[in-house]
Nanobody, 123 residues
């Protein structure tokens, strides 16, 4: 069992970049696939992207392909979401989620969720 914790959100201007981080307690974080999601006010939660346990396989939503990049450093128990060319439509609470790698990639669901970090992009 892991508990993801996100950080790195903030207020930026359109065109700026921002990097979110996700860490989790427990030495087994390396055994989990990790996904990023976001939810804007009044909208449903949206998949952003995911990375497998080894950091060798990725899945991205079409809306962020070419702008967002996920990476992970298992030695540091960290997963990153690098967001470039941000626009106001990217404004949302961003969530990190984890699921055991034994269920395959990309995950069909996630068992463990963080509390989220807010990203606000001004025009």
């Amino acid at each position: 069992q892991v508990q993801p914790v996100e950080s790195g959100g903030g207020l930026v201007q359109a065109g700026d970049s921002l990097r979110l981080s996700c860490t989790a307690s427990g030495s087994t974080f390396r055994n989990y696939n990790v996904g990023w999601f976001r939810q804007a006010p009044g909208k449903e939660r949206e998949f952003v992207g995911a990375v497998n346990w080894a950091g060798s396989n990725f899945d991205y939503a079409d809306s962020v392909k070419g702008r967002f990049t996920i990476s992970r450093d298992n030695a540091k128990k960290m997963v990153y979401l690098q967001m470039n060319s941000l626009n106001p439509e990217d404004t949302a609470a961003y969530y990190c989620a984890a699921n055991s790698a034994s269920y395959g990639f990309p995950p069909r669901g996630y068992a463990y969720w963080g509390q989220g970090t807010q990203v606000t992009v001004s025009s």
